[in-house]
């Protein structure tokens, strides 16, 4: 059978004959001089061509599971566990965006195979976020969610999917913005915003936190803007927060460094008080 066009021919290796040739009979003896021989077109076999690899649907499609978390948020326990057990306001949660995650949220099927694309769904439909603490960054067009894990037998206490050109909160960042902060978790971030809006700071401060292992992008960024305004550092006051602040340093990220007292994380320290800020 004629193979069809588009397709690539390779020989099929012929069992040895017993007298050790090997090909097809009409192919054994000795070739006459000047004749090219070719193996019958039988010996040969069409190899299908590879399909082309579909790209990824884009992670900003996501913005519809993200909505559908903010507006469970309200009573949820997410909620309780951000302002009861870490003391922020819902005035701050809800300037940052921050939802519930739900374990089938009411999304598009485009949404759903996005979400199972970037490994957000399992392919049974169920949502890895499920219970948690959600945020989106940027809050319209995500490109990057992160969730504070609330349930027992979570993979991890935090989980990222995406990846960020700047550091999570810089969406805030504007010409009217002086000095940055700089901290490693979202609540540190959260905290901070809520204590620079009690001191009707606005935009002058932004605090700033790099989710997950933040990327080379992020930390240009972070260099290029330490050149235009103030920045400072506050890492946790454990040997992750070395580590965070040697990393940081590693990548030419330099600013002024703030140590929390007491060992306490940032945001237990700030809402107890602690102001390390010059102004």
Request: glycine fraction near 8%.
């Amino acid at each position: 059978m004629a193979p069809e066009l588009g397709h690539l021919l390779v020989p099929v290796p012929r069992r040895r004959s017993p007298a050790g040739k090997t090909g097809p009979p009409q192919l054994r003896g000795k070739p006459q001089r000047g004749v090219l021989e070719v193996p019958p077109l039988r010996c040969f076999r069409p190899i299908p061509e590879r399909p082309k690899e579909s790209r990824r649907p884009s992670f900003s499609l996501l913005a519809e599971a993200v909505a559908a978390a903010r507006a469970n948020f309200r009573g949820s326990p997410a909620e309780q566990y951000l302002t009861v057990k870490r003391r922020i306001r819902p005035i701050v949660a809800s300037m940052y965006g921050v939802g519930y995650g739900l374990p089938f949220p009411p999304v598009s099927q485009a949404v759903l195979k996005a979400a199972q694309a970037h490994r957000l769904a399992t392919d049974k439909g169920w949502w890895i976020w499920a219970g948690g603490l959600v945020y989106a960054e940027p809050p319209l067009e995500p490109q990057m969610i992160q969730v504070r894990h609330l349930r027992d037998k979570a993979y991890s206490k935090y989980q990222t999917w995406g990846r960020l050109n700047r550091p999570a909160g810089a969406w805030r960042v504007g010409p009217n913005t002086q000095a940055l902060v700089v901290v490693e978790g979202m609540i540190d971030m959260l905290a901070l915003a809520q204590v620079f809006h009690d001191h009707n700071l606005g935009n002058k401060i932004i605090p700033l936190y790099l989710a997950g292992s933040g990327s080379t992008r992020a930390y240009e960024w972070l260099r290029e803007t330490a050149e235009r305004r103030h920045l400072f550092l506050i890492p946790d006051a454990d040997e992750g927060g070395k580590d965070w602040l040697t990393n940081l340093r590693r990548h030419g990220v330099k600013g002024e460094v703030f140590f929390p007292p007491d060992g306490l994380d940032p945001d237990e320290a700030v809402l107890d008080g602690w102001w390390p800020f010059p102004f």
